[in-house]
């Protein structure tokens, strides 16, 4: 079997010193694997990712990224080696233009123009909604519209891994379908690896290939998604809600 | 359609009309007299400090308050070269500028972590450091007693330096529009608008804050060193508190956070305050609420009663 791309390995992190969120938590992602993280509020789902970013350091345990240690860096350094995080809540810049805002999402090849302009062109056709509104402010988006940008922003810069934490949450039913597409899309094309962390459980195991359940910061169930059926799912959290 | 980087069409615009306007500038020496040209050229050099700080402060969200101080900095700095060692000007002014560029990027990389409103004590707190040095260390400084600085034409006529901060106001307004519609501006903007989205896109947030933050020290420290040459008498004056609340009416009453706002904000508030010097500190007290007045209902100021006008202009061309 070859090396996961990104290993997380028994590590604890707090927002307080003294409270940890995540307390042993491990997990292994296979290139150009989708993995989905499940559990109940509060289990560290959202944690765990702004800890893979660097968005907060572990006090104990280690994080790999192909082959490299990575905790302990920080979020820019982080997404040069190929990392992207969408965080949950709309991360659009609202004064911004849509061109505006997938030219920020390109940071790290700012330096190379040629590629940033074949990168932005490739968005456009992926979505060409987007370059119809590319001199539009980003506030004007419809929410359906400003994930499509916060991905294809992150889709600028290629990136190896994308951490992608809740991105339906608050989106009507038929739009949070189209959220999934978007990221299989973005999987495909450029291609990609996806973490995703999701409370809309039925949904999202139709897309992904693993699932890992968390419950009080650490590993409670994990396993491909064809072993794991939406009833085996449902009895796990029901256990995890219930003590 | 390419989509590789150009200045958007604004840029050329505002590069038209601030050259349009310099131009009818030009010809005020014919109509204003000696004293009017005084206070024009010194409204010129807040134009710059109003600016530059709204670079900062509108566009990037870091709420300095130590812009005065930078502008003493290249001030003293010429001024000090040429007292102590008889450096010529040419050579003394863009030694300020360095020197300004040089203290916005220690200052900046100790500070600029932090948020807002203990980046604008740590500023003060900093802005503070220079004055008491600048008045302590007498025998170096010249204290209170005020340093003489040679002019930079040989004589006091008003005149040629009205065309030097006339100039020197139009190219620093052509970098700043050009900045800000460059790449590094939209990462500016994208940090005022939320610091940490703009840290989960993998930007670099301290280092774009500590390059704008030299930058417009740079230019404080540049409009300073010039300013030094033109009133030929320098003070810890310069670095009251009063001077920095100055800068922050100014662009307020223009339109915090908007190009025209410091450019238009500027020569009025300094000309009423000229002519208002009379009732002493008062003077502040009523623009400071005339502020909170303004900051309260509307940050745009009266750059926002120019907003249509602009666009009524341009309409024709966009059609």
């Known amino acids: 079997m070859s090396a996961p791309l990104l290993a997380v390995d028994d590590i604890h992190a707090a927002y307080q010193s003294g409270v940890d969120i995540l307390q042993g938590m491990s997990l292994a992602v296979p290139v150009g694997g989708f993995v989905l993280v499940i559990g109940p509020n509060g289990a560290g789902k959202s944690t765990l990712l702004k800890t893979v970013f660097g968005l907060l350091s572990p006090h104990r345990g280690g994080i790999s990224f192909d082959g490299r240690a990575i905790a302990g860096l920080a979020p820019h350094e982080i997404k040069r080696l190929g990392v992207s995080y969408v965080p949950q809540e709309l991360n659009t810049f609202p004064h911004l233009t849509v061109e505006e805002n997938l030219r920020v999402g390109g940071w790290t090849i700012r330096n190379d123009a040629a590629r940033l302009r074949a990168r932005i062109a490739r968005v456009y056709e992926i979505f060409p909604v987007l370059a119809e509104r590319r001199r539009d402010k980003a506030g004007g988006l419809s929410g359906g519209q400003g994930r499509m940008l916060s991905v294809a922003r992150e889709m600028i810069t290629e990136p190896r891994l994308m951490l992608v934490d809740e991105p339906t949450v608050g989106l009507a039913p038929n739009l949070a379908e189209q959220v999934y597409e978007l990221l299989q899309t973005a999987r495909q094309s450029i291609p990609t690896t996806i973490l995703l962390v999701d409370q809309n459980v039925s949904d999202a195991l139709r897309h992904a290939e693993d699932v890992v359940m968390m419950n009080l910061g650490r590993v409670k169930a994990a396993g491909p998604v064809v072993e794991f059926g939406e009833a085996r799912v449902r009895e796990l959290i029901q256990e995890c809600l219930l003590g | ?319």
């Open chain 2, 1 to 319: 359609m390419s989509a590789s980087f150009a200045f958007p069409p604004s840029f050329r615009r505002s590069v038209i009309t601030i050259v349009v306007t310099a131009a009818v500038f030009a010809f005020a020496p014919l109509v204003a007299g000696s004293f009017a040209l005084h206070v024009l050229t010194i409204s010129f050099y807040f134009v710059i400090l109003a600016a530059s700080w709204n670079l900062l402060a509108g566009y990037t969200g870091q709420f300095s308050l130590a812009h005065h101080a930078f502008a003493a900095i290249g001030a003293y700095t010429s001024g000090l070269l040429g007292y102590h060692y008889g450096v010529p000007a040419w050579i003394g002014i863009p030694s300020g500028v360095v020197m300004a560029a040089l203290f916005g990027v220690i200052l900046g990389r100790l500070v600029l972590r932090m948020r807002a409103i203990y980046l604008a004590i740590a500023t003060w707190a900093f802005a503070e450091t220079v004055h008491i040095y600048l008045t302590a260390d007498y025998q170096f400084t010249r204290g209170e007693l005020g340093l003489s600085v040679k002019p930079l034409y040989g004589s006091v006529d008003p005149l040629p330096y009205y065309f030097t901060f006339l100039a020197l106001t139009v190219l620093v307004l052509i970098g700043l529009r050009a900045l800000i519609d460059s790449p590094i501006g939209y990462f500016m903007r994208a940090i005022k608008d939320d610091e940490l989205r703009a840290k989960s896109l993998g930007i670099d947030t301290t280092r774009v804050k500590i390059a704008v933050f030299s930058i417009s020290s740079a230019i404080a420290g540049l409009a300073g060193a010039f300013y030094g040459h033109f009133i030929v008498l320098l003070s810890p004056q310069m670095i009251d508190f009063s001077e920095m609340a100055k800068i922050v009416i100014m662009v307020v009453i223009g339109g915090f956070g908007t190009f025209l706002g410091p450019v238009i904000g500027a020569a009025p508030v300094q000309m009423v305050m000229t002519y208002l010097q009379k009732y002493g500190e008062w003077n502040l007290a009523i623009f400071a609420l005339i502020v909170i007045v303004l900051m309260r209902f509307s940050m745009e100021g009266l750059a926002s009663l120019f907003t249509p006008l602009w666009r009524n202009l341009w309409a024709r061309h966009d059609a």
